[in-house]
C-alpha cells in the first residue's frame, strides 16, 4: 500500500490515489464559496482586472509576495483607472487599510485536498488575504502540495515561521444566534487564480 493510499484512509484532508491535485483543489474551493479560473502568464493581468471589476473593487493593495509581477499589474490597474496602492505602505495605517476594496496577494503554498492558500510572515503576511472585502490570490501550480501531510512536510522551507495560515474561501461565522455570516473576520469574496508559470521574485 502506497503512503498516498495509507493518507487518504485516514483523513479526508489528503488525496485519494490517482486523484488531480489541481481538479480537487478547485472543487474544495467551490464548496467553501470561494472560485477559481487557470490561465498562462499572457492571461494573468486581464483575470486579475476583470475579477475586480466585476466585485466593483476601487481601491485595490497589492502585496509583495507577487515579486516583480506587482509592477506590472499595478500599471495595468492604474491604466484601468484604479487607485493602486502597495499593502506594505499602508499596513500599519487603519484607516488605509480600511477603505481597501480589495487586496491581490501571492501565497506560499496552497492544500489541493482542502482548497486551502497558505500565508505567513513574508510577502502579504497573513493580514494582507484577510483585510478586504475582496482577496484575489494568484497560486503559482507549481505551489500546490497534494494535502496537510505534504504542507507539513515542506513548512520549513517555506519560510513562514510561526505564522502560518490557512484560509479557505470566504470569512464565515455563526457566533451571534448560529446564523452565517460570511465576512466578518476577513473578505467576502475569494477568487483564486491559477496560475501556469511563474511570478518572478
Known sequence: MSDRTQLWRMAPTELAPHEDALTRFQAELERAGGSSVSVGPGELVGEITATLAAAGAHRIALTADLGDARPVIAQALEIARYDVVDYDAIADDRAAVRDLDATVTGCLAAVAATGSIVTGATGAGR???????????????????????????????????????????????????????????????????????????
Open 127 to 201: 493580514a494582507g488575504a484577510l483585510v478586504a472585502p475582496t482577496h484575489v490570490c494568484v497560486v503559482e501550480t507549481r505551489r500546490l502540495v497534494d494535502g496537510l501531510a505534504s504542507l507539513m512536510r515542506l513548512a520549513p522551507r517555506l519560510g513562514a515561521g510561526s505564522m502560518m495560515a490557512l484560509q479557505t474561501g470566504p470569512s464565515r461565522t455563526a457566533d451571534i444566534e448560529k446564523t452565517l455570516i460570511v465576512g466578518v473576520h476577513g473578505p467576502k469574496r475569494v477568487h483564486v487564480v491559477l496560475l501556469d508559470g511563474v511570478l518572478a521574485d
